[in-house]
C-alpha cells in the first residue's frame, strides 16, 4: 500500500489517539483546517492534523506528561505556545502524522464564539468536537487572505458551500466584515442570502 493510499487509515488512528488522549485531560479541542473540510465539503488528503485547543496554562505540564511516551513532543515548545497563544505541534510516533495544536485565544472575540460553536459529531466510535461549516468557511477565507490568494482555500469553501445547503450567510457575513474578509468572500460564489 502507498503512503497516499494509507493516509487515510494514519488520519484516522491518529485523530482517535488524539481525542482520547484531549478527553483524558478534559481539555477542549475542536478539529479544524484541512481536517475538517472532510467532514463538512469534499474529501481531501491532508497531511495533518488541526486543533484549536483550550489549553490553560496550568495544563501545559500535564499535557507534556500525557503524551511524552507516545508521542515527539516539547514541553518548551508547549509552554512558550500557550503563553504566546501560538501553534506548537505533536508527532503521534505511532503513524508519524503530526497534529497541529492551535490555543485558544480568549481574548478574541471571534475565536470564542467560533469555538463556541463547535459542532459534537459521531464519527465511527468516536464523538468528535468539530468547527461548524459557517466557522470553517471564514477560517478558510482568513487564511486565504494572509496567503494573498490560494485556489485550494477557495475550492474548499465552496465544496462547504455545496454540501451544506443550510449555511447560515448572515453569520458568515456579520463576521466577514468584523474580520475584514469581505472581498474574499466575494469570491466565493453563492447563491443564498
Known amino acids: 500500500m502507498s503512503e497516499t493510499e494509507n493516509t487515510p487509515k ?19 479541542y475542536m478539529v479544524t483546517g484541512g481536517s475538517a473540510v472532510g467532514f463538512w465539503g469534499h474529501a481531501r488528503t491532508t ?3 488541526d486543533m484549536v485547543v483550550a489549553l490553560k496554562d496550568s495544563q501545559a505540564d500535564k499535557l ?25 505541534n505533536v508527532i503521534f510516533n ?7 495544536f ?10 470564542k464564539e467560533s469555538f463556541s460553536r463547535k459542532v459534537e459529531i459521531d464519527f465511527g466510535n468516536l464523538k468528535l468536537s468539530v468547527i461548524s461549516p459557517e466557522d470553517l ?10 496567503a494573498g ?24 457575513k456579520k463576521w466577514a466584515e468584523f474580520l475584514n474578509i469581505e472581498e474574499e468572500l466575494k469570491g466565493l460564489s453563492y447563491e443564498k442570502d
Do not use: H
Open 137 to 146: 468557511i471564514l477560517s478558510k477565507l482568513k487564511w486565504m487572505k494572509i
Open 10 to 28: 494514519l488520519f484516522l488512528e491518529t485523530l482517535n489517539w488524539v481525542v482520547k488522549k484531549l478527553n483524558t485531560l478534559n481539555i477542549g
Open 102 to 111: 492551535i490555543p485558544l485565544k480568549e481574548d478574541d472575540i471571534y475565536e
Open 94 to 100: 505511532d503513524t508519524l502524522f503530526k497534529i497541529d
Open 149 to 172: 490568494g490560494s485556489e485550494r482555500q477557495m475550492s474548499d469553501c465552496k465544496s462547504i458551500m455545496m454540501v451544506n445547503e443550510n449555511t447560515d450567510m448572515a453569520y458568515i
Open 64 to 88: 507534556f506528561t500525557e503524551f511524552e511516551q507516545e508521542a515527539y513532543i516539547s514541553k518548551d515548545d508547549i509552554l512558550s505556545a500557550v503563553s504566546q497563544k501560538k501553534m506548537f
Open 47 to 49: 497531511m495533518d492534523i
